[in-house]
């Protein structure tokens, strides 16, 4: 059952933005801001990857290589929500964007999915030609 829910997918062309936004839909077992919040994509025959994450704790923010540059994950401790800003957005990006809660990461845990105890059911986002 899913304790997170992602919204703003959709579709969009090439070289456009969108923005998700990642909120609790049911109580973690500890404060939604004391969680990092990372988000995951997988595309069509593929397997899930890691595609950024923040800490929460520090705002400390990690990114895959793939998404460097173009991609921003932002929090707002105030609404309770963390945004993954994607601009200049590619075909490649197509994919079900999830986000997923964990108590603690680092620089090296932050993209394995077997440390995040809370998944979103995804959103899709799709970036035609």
């Known amino acids: 059952e899913a304790q997170l829910v992602e919204s703003g997918g959709g579709l969009v062309q090439a070289g456009g933005s969108l923005r998700l936004s990642c909120a609790a839909s049911e109580s973690l077992e500890f404060s939604f801001d004391d969680y990092a919040i990372g988000w995951f994509r997988q595309a069509p025959g593929k397997e899930r990857e890691a595609v950024g994450c923040?800490?929460?704790?520090?705002?400390?923010?990690y990114y895959a290589d793939s998404v460097k540059g173009r991609f921003t994950v932002s929090s707002d401790s105030a609404k309770n929500t963390v945004y993954l800003e994607m601009t200049s957005l590619k075909p490649e990006d197509t994919a079900v964007y999830f986000c997923?809660?964990?108590?603690?990461?680092?620089?090296?845990?932050?993209?394995?999915?077997?440390?995040?105890?809370?998944w979103g059911r995804g959103t899709q986002v799709t970036v035609s030609q």
């Open positions: 997923a809660a964990d108590i603690s990461v680092s620089e090296t845990s932050w993209r394995y999915q077997r440390g995040y105890d809370y």
């Open positions: 923040i800490r929460q704790s520090d705002g400390r923010t």
